[in-house]
């Protein structure tokens, strides 16, 4: 299992190439932003009630309103890097697994195609190749959030 996960890694990253390491870093980093996203929530509502019991300006707010305002935007960043990630890795990986599957599909027997389970299964593998690869590393990679 570990070997496959490092070799699935090791394609992604080959492919994806810097969005990848991006992305890699920022799904690891979300699972340090959700702690301080409760953070920042607790010290709003207890910073807010301070204000209104005492009277007082809001400006003690604005500092963990800045700060989750922040954490918005990296979650955001995810987001667009995910979508480019996985955009990119797609079209790749189609343009390098077409190629070598219509070489094998040209070396197949004439029984092969008459064979309904099989010719089922070539039509499922060479309509989209690359979307399994892609879904089980998405799975992987959210394994570690």
Same mark, same amino acid.
């Given at each position: 299992?570990?070997? !496959?996960?490092?070799? @699935? !890694?090791?394609?992604? *990253? =080959?492919? $994806? ?8 870093? *920022?799904?690891?980093?979300? $699972? ?7 953070? +920042?929530?607790?010290?709003? @509502? ?12 809001? *400006? ?6 800045? $700060? +989750? ?14 979508? @480019?990630?996985? &955009? =990119?890795? !797609? ?9 070598? &599957?219509? =070489?094998?599909?040209?070396?197949? #027997?004439?029984?092969? *195609? #008459?064979?309904? #389970? ?7 593998? $060479?309509?989209?190749?690359? #979307?399994? +690869? ?12």
């Amino acid at each position: 299992m570990l070997k !496959t996960l490092l070799r @699935i !890694t090791y394609t992604v *990253l =080959r492919h $994806g190439r810097w969005p990848a390491v991006l992305l890699m870093i *920022l799904i690891v980093a979300n $699972g340090v932003l959700l702690p301080l996203n409760l953070y +920042f929530w607790e010290k709003i @509502i207890d910073t807010t009630v301070q204000v209104m019991e005492s009277g007082g300006s809001v *400006l003690p707010i604005l500092p963990y309103l800045l $700060g +989750f305002i922040v954490l918005l935007a990296l979650y955001n960043l995810r987001e667009l890097c995910e979508q @480019i990630v996985r &955009i =990119r890795l !797609t079209h790749r990986l189609r343009d390098n697994f077409l190629p070598q &599957i219509s =070489r094998k599909m040209m070396n197949l #027997e004439y029984w092969c *195609l #008459e064979d309904r #389970e099989i010719h089922d299964l070539i039509m499922r593998v $060479g309509s989209s190749p690359e #979307e399994q +690869f892609v879904q089980t590393y998405w799975e992987l990679l959210f394994v570690l959030v």
